[in-house]
């Protein structure tokens, strides 16, 4: 499945062009065409120029950050919007991200839709977007609000899940049906996201209501598959008796999954988030127990729905959450 995911990200890219198209003058036919100008300069009105608003995303080798662009790109067309989207080649590009916010301030967008990598290090070059006039609205990854207000970021707002929720729900799936002592292990996503300190806190509520469970390991495996399967091998030769693995995203959970099964182990229980297809058909395999929808479609296009508000002087809430929807085999029947 590791192999399935790479090609999948390989062939995405890193970044998307928009061509414009222009529109050729009618030809002429029969009497000569004659235009005579207006009596009254004012009646010469131009177009208003299309809002130009941008896309930020983590990266596209996720196929979670692939259906929010498909969100956004749906707002587009609805709005009648041009949609610039930009991504860093992996969920840690955060540098690279802060590159293209930099960027985007020269071309003068409109408006930024940012799911950052890091809850920190974007505010700065934000705040300077911000500065320029260019609206920022803040997806999937919340920024720090304390930082965000020490640097004079204000008025972003915010549209996402309730992460600590999410992961709850998909890790006390699990955790209902551990009856006897069990050894867990939580693998968490790049430590300084909010969204990942927030799924941390949520497996770890549903896991502590359960007094049979003890957590004996919490490890980062950066969001990524790969760092997965091989931090689930390191993590099984120091406790060769884990019952379940929470992880943070499911990208995660594929490379746990696929170290189990060169490992020939499947009694463990698996709890994810994101709701990959991958992940439903793991779930529908037996390989899997649970995972979260939190309908990245709908926050990509709320975001440039969002943007394109804030550009016509329309006020916004701050905070806004779509709900999470738990996925199990239950539900794909």
């Keep these: 499945m590791i192999k399935k995911i790479i090609q999948f990200s390989c062939a995405v890219g890193l970044a998307f062009s928009l061509v414009s198209c222009g529109t050729a003058a009618p030809q002429a036919t029969g009497a000569p065409f004659i235009e005579s100008a207006p009596t009254n300069p004012s009646e010469v009105t131009s177009p208003a120029p299309t809002k130009k608003v941008a896309l930020v995303l983590k990266t596209l080798t996720n196929p979670f950050f692939v259906e929010m662009e498909n969100g956004a790109r749906k707002a587009e067309s609805e709005f009648g ?7 860093g080649a992996q969920e840690t590009s955060i540098q690279q991200q802060i590159a293209i916010v930099e960027n985007l301030i020269e071309l003068k967008v409109d408006a930024i839709v940012i799911a950052p990598g890091d ?3 974007l505010i700065p070059a934000l705040k300077k977007a911000q500065d320029a006039g260019i609206k920022v609205v803040n997806i999937d990854n919340q920024l720090d609000t ?5 640097l004079g970021l ?7 899940v309730d992460n600590e929720n999410g992961a709850y729900l998909s890790a006390k799936f699990i955790s209902d049906q551990i009856t006897t002592p069990t050894k867990v292990v939580l693998l968490e996503g790049i430590q300084e996201a909010r969204n990942a300190q927030d799924r941390l806190a949520g497996a770890k509520r549903a896991f502590g ?9 919490s490890e980062t495996a950066h969001w990524k598959i790969d760092e997965a399967h091989d931090l689930t091998m390191k993590l099984f030769q120091t406790n060769p008796d884990i019952g379940a693995i929470f992880c943070a995203n499911d990208m995660m959970a594929l490379g746990a999954i696929q170290y189990l099964e060169e490992a020939n182990l499947s009694n463990v229980l698996v709890a994810g988030y994101d709701n990959l297809k991958e992940a439903q058909q793991a779930i529908k395999d037996g ?6 929808d939190q309908q990245a479609a709908m926050q ?4 440039v729905q969002y943007a394109l508000d804030l550009i016509n002087g329309v006020s916004v809430s701050q905070l ?6 738990l996925v199990t085999q239950e539900t794909l029947k």
Excluded: H
């Design 146 to 150: 304390e930082l965000s207000q020490k």
């Design 287 to 292: 390989k899997m127990a649970s995972t979260i």
């Design 209 to 217: 209501e359960n007094p049979n469970i003890t957590i004996v390991a």
């Design 154 to 160: 204000t008025d972003v707002p915010f549209i996402s």
């Design 81 to 87: 919007i041009e949609l610039i989207v930009k991504t």
């Design 320 to 325: 806004n959450f779509v709900d999470v929807i």
């Design 300 to 303: 990509g296009y709320m975001g």
């Design 119 to 121: 809850s920190k290090e």
